[in-house]
């Protein structure tokens, strides 16, 4: 039999790539006889851009936040000869919103597999369920390590208890004798309380300062050694913050000689080694929403004194007088605790035994096979066939991410707007236009693929649109090299899209500092909202207010300006349509697609039915015109396409391409209809050469976006427009392929009654 392994693995430091490792080599028997050899690999997961130096067992590996990377691991998987994989799932070690990019590799395993959730959430957002039920639906058997965690998956995610098998978390086979472990830590003659793990502020652990006071005064030898590093992503967004809180609380309470900070990551022998020299060991947590605790179970099996808050794997391994309960953030009664079983050393030696009684019966031999009996449980067996997603998008045709031509463009004033060739022309200085939709893409690009340089450069674009913004709301458009303003009032089509990236931004915030500078803008601009004339600067606006709603709901005088603006929209629909042509204007001009993308957006937030259907009818309309021939050929900038006339075919630009991209993606989310996805993919693929000319306007060799075509050919000059454009394109394929693999249902998301309405008021009005 041979098992590939999907988690992350040392060297990487986390929690679920000890578990892994652990897992793997308990697992692997190298026997003379082939009918009881188990063989095996590991797939290991890189966090971000994060470079290991693996074992030799790890054959591939993934950059958690890189989805064609998943495509090819589930490649190398099904070439492998592996018979059945084995994956630790937990929601922050996989890329995408809630993990979801684990999905496309499951999707296209053609071997059984079997989970180990680490996580399970008794009140999971949608996103949380919808990809976890994906991943349990397709899964042959899945792995949990307590009886809650059963409950939560039939109860909550509709899991079969037929398909969920209970192992618990295995512990390492090792004993210390206690003394010498005290002797070598220089501890002895000390009352040792031991809380280790990764450190965040959902561990309590102050809880345990604040206890210590009263415990130390009767036994003033106490030392309390707090054993971990602080979380990875807790050092990503906070830096050393809680620890900081931590030893000024120490010092504030004068505890510093009592309160010992190992910053390390140490190894299973050493910490077992400081397990043995603890007198109590502390679990601390906030709330009871802690499934799976490692660090406990290595407490209870090495059969440790172990204390803790009732959270619910807590509950599980320390019944039956294995260990002893403490209430959430109550450190008087931790105090007291403390001190009872400090005062009754034959409490604590009958809790001690209980514990490696237990212990003994989930070190890690004993749990791999039970692993190894259940993988080789679903080889060759027939399990209801889980039907695959259809092969709408190849991702492994896109070329990676990358900032490369952006960074190039940018300085610390903002984003260059034209290029020459693929090098910044500084003669033409900087827009509004451009730094919004530069604004706009870092955002995506930290949502979709937490791309840390994309944070980095998100307050150079903010910072420029509040530079140009005026005392009435409004905002200068130009800037030349040397920072001189060339306008003091910009178009309204800038407006719209610095009010499109704001939307964004107040919607999908990546920090507090962001969102509140944003907010000031945003709210500043508000009032011009309803002055817009122009149709696309309107449609722009409206993308960025329904943007701004989905993060405030509640905001009753946005829907309004909303309302009122979709009826602008509505109008000019009115006055401009016949029977053949369903358009809100008497040409189809530039950046087409943001009108009904507008519309669309309101339609989701409104949930009106005329609003609805002229997006729907628009959006068919520019289909019927820009895809005769199963690709996209946007309107030529040369001639437009006036009603009654013929459409010009040259010069086409990215922003459309763009805006039937961002189209068809709303369609999708607003339709859950396939046909989009269709015509999404085959519109972003038009910067890739599925075009009138077959030409990529994509540049490997820069890696930005060539500015257009027409007759004669590419215009190779890659401005800040275009290359956004592009990217901006490539971040929304990531988004539907996201919302596509973990959905289930592909039907309209309105009930069939308004379906119905919709397709009449299509068919018989618009």
């Known amino acids: 039999m041979k098992i590939a392994f999907i988690g992350t693995y040392p060297p990487r430091e986390c929690g679920i790539g000890t578990f892994t490792n652990n897992l793997f080599d308990s697992v692997i028997v190298k026997s003379k006889t082939p009918e009881s050899r188990v063989e095996g690999f590991v797939v290991a997961l890189n966090d971000f851009d994060a470079q290991y130096k693996y074992p030799v067992e790890v054959k591939t590996t993934i950059n958690q936040e890189k989805l064609e990377d998943y495509i090819k691991a589930s490649r190398f998987i099904n070439l492998s000869g592996a018979d059945v994989c084995i994956l630790e799932h937990e929601f922050g070690i996989f890329g995408g919103q809630d993990g979801v990019n684990i999905l496309p590799l499951l999707h296209r395993l053609d071997i059984p597999f079997i989970v180990t959730l680490h996580t399970i959430l008794n009140k999971p957002s949608?996103?949380?369920?919808?990809?976890?039920?994906?991943?349990?639906?397709?899964?042959?058997?899945?792995?949990?390590?307590?009886?809650?965690?059963?409950?939560?998956?039939?109860?909550?995610?509709?899991?079969?208890?037929?398909?969920?098998?209970?192992?618990?978390?295995?512990?390492?086979?090792?004993?210390?004798?206690?003394?010498?472990?005290?002797k070598e830590f220089k501890l002895v003659q000390k009352k040792v309380l031991l809380t280790f793990g990764f450190i965040g502020r959902?561990?309590?652990?102050?809880?345990?300062?604040?206890?210590?006071?009263?415990?130390?005064?009767?036994?003033?030898e106490t030392i309390y050694v707090v054993l971990g590093k602080t979380h990875p992503n807790v050092l990503r967004h906070s830096g050393e913050e809680y620890r900081i809180y931590l030893m000024r609380m120490v010092k504030k309470l004068k505890m510093d000689k009592h309160v010992m900070f190992?910053?390390?990551?140490?190894?299973?022998?050493?910490?077992?080694?400081?397990?043995?020299?603890?007198?109590?060991?502390?679990?601390?947590?906030?709330?009871?929403?802690?499934?799976?605790?490692?660090?406990?179970?290595?407490a209870v099996g090495v059969g440790a004194a172990a204390i803790s808050t009732p959270y619910w794997h807590a509950e599980e391994l320390l019944a039956n007088?294995?260990?002893?309960?403490?209430?959430?953030?109550?450190?008087?009664?931790?105090?007291?605790?403390?001190?009872?079983?400090?005062?009754?050393?034959?409490?604590?030696?009958?809790i001690k035994k209980k514990a490696l009684n237990y212990g003994r019966?989930?070190?890690?031999?004993?749990?791999?096979?039970?692993?190894?009996?259940?993988?080789?449980?679903?080889?060759?067996?027939?399990?209801?066939?889980?039907?695959?997603?259809?092969?709408?998008?190849?991702?492994?045709?896109?070329?990676?991410?990358?900032?490369?031509?952006?960074?190039?463009?940018?300085?610390?004033?903002?984003?260059?707007?034209?290029?020459?060739?693929?090098?910044?022309?500084?003669?033409?200085?900087?827009?509004?236009?451009?730094?919004?939709?530069?604004?706009?893409?870092?955002?995506?690009?930290?949502?979709?693929?937490?791309?840390?340089?994309?944070?980095?450069?998100?307050?150079?674009?903010?910072?420029?649109?509040h530079y140009m913004q005026n005392s009435d709301g409004t905002f200068k458009n130009f800037l030349s090299f040397s920072r001189h303003f060339l306008d003091e009032s910009g178009s309204e089509d800038s407006f719209g899209r610095t009010i499109w990236a704001l939307g964004y931004l107040l919607g999908n915030p990546p920090n507090d500092a962001y969102y509140q500078a944003g907010k000031e803008i945003f709210y500043k601009a508000a009032p011009n909202f309803e002055k817009l004339q122009s149709i696309r600067s309107i449609a722009a606006t409206m993308i960025g207010v329904c943007h701004y709603l989905k993060g405030?709901?509640?905001?009753?005088?946005?829907?309004?300006?909303?309302?009122?603006?979709?009826?602008?929209?509505?109008?000019?629909?009115?006055?401009?349509?016949?029977?053949?042509?369903?358009?809100?204007?008497?040409?189809?001009?530039?950046?087409?697609?943001?009108l009904?993308?507008?519309?669309?957006?309101?339609?989701?937030?409104?949930?009106?039915?005329?609003?609805?259907?002229?997006?729907?009818?628009?959006?068919?309309?520019?289909?019927?015109?820009?895809?005769?021939?199963?690709?996209?050929?946007?309107?030529?900038?040369?001639?437009?396409f006036k009603r009654g006339s013929e459409r010009s075919h040259f010069s086409q630009q990215p922003i459309d391409a763009m805006a039937s991209v961002l189209m068809y993606k709303q369609a999708f989310q607003l339709t859950k209809n396939k046909v989009y996805l269709k015509h999404l993919y085959a519109s972003f693929l038009w910067f890739l050469g599925d075009n009138d000319l077959r030409l990529s306007l994509y540049d490997f060799e820069t890696q930005g976006c060539c500015d257009g075509f027409d007759q004669n050919g590419v215009n190779r000059n890659q401005g800040a427009e275009s290359s956004l454009a592009y990217l901006i394109s490539y971040l929304t394929i990531l988004e539907a392929y996201s919302t596509y693999i973990k959905s289930d249902k592909f039907i309209p998301i309105k009930s069939e009654k308004h379906t119905a309405v919709v397709n009449f008021l299509i068919n018989n009005l618009f």
């Open 126 to 182: 949608y996103n949380q369920k919808a990809v976890l039920q994906q991943i349990c639906k397709m899964a042959q058997k899945i792995v949990v390590m307590s009886q809650k965690a059963i409950e939560f998956l039939t109860t909550i995610y509709d899991v079969p208890s037929s398909k969920i098998a209970f192992i618990e978390h295995g512990v390492p086979d090792l004993q210390f004798n206690a003394e010498e472990s005290k």
């Open 596 to 640: 009904p993308l507008a519309m669309l957006h309101a339609a989701e937030i409104l949930n009106d039915n005329e609003v609805n259907g002229i997006a729907i009818a628009t959006m068919n309309f520019m289909t019927h015109h820009t895809f005769k021939n199963k690709y996209l050929s946007v309107i030529g900038n040369e001639k437009w």
């Open 321 to 350: 007088g294995r260990g002893r309960f403490f209430d959430f953030k109550d450190d008087t009664g931790l105090s007291e605790l403390l001190i009872t079983m400090l005062d009754n050393p034959e409490m604590m030696a009958k």
């Open 202 to 220: 959902n561990k309590g652990i102050e809880t345990v300062i604040k206890a210590l006071p009263k415990v130390v005064k009767k036994y003033p």
């Open 552 to 594: 405030h709901p509640d905001d009753e005088s946005m829907v309004e300006r909303l309302r009122n603006m979709a009826k602008r929209l509505s109008d000019n629909y009115k006055d401009n349509k016949t029977p053949d042509w369903k358009w809100f204007e008497p040409l189809l001009a530039y950046d087409n697609g943001i």
């Open 262 to 298: 190992l910053n390390e990551f140490i190894g299973v022998e050493d910490l077992f080694k400081y397990l043995s020299a603890s007198d109590i060991y502390i679990t601390p947590y906030l709330n009871e929403a802690q499934i799976t605790s490692g660090t406990l179970s290595y």
């Open 361 to 465: 019966k989930i070190t890690w031999p004993k749990i791999g096979d039970k692993y190894a009996l259940l993988a080789k449980s679903v080889i060759g067996k027939e399990f209801p066939s889980v039907p695959k997603k259809d092969a709408i998008f190849d991702l492994l045709i896109m070329p990676p991410f990358s900032l490369t031509h952006i960074n190039r463009l940018t300085d610390d004033t903002g984003i260059i707007q034209h290029a020459k060739f693929g090098i910044p022309d500084l003669k033409q200085g900087y827009c509004l236009d451009d730094n919004a939709r530069a604004l706009l893409m870092v955002l995506m690009a930290y949502n979709q693929v937490k791309e840390s340089r994309a944070l980095e450069l998100s307050p150079i674009y903010l910072s420029y649109i």
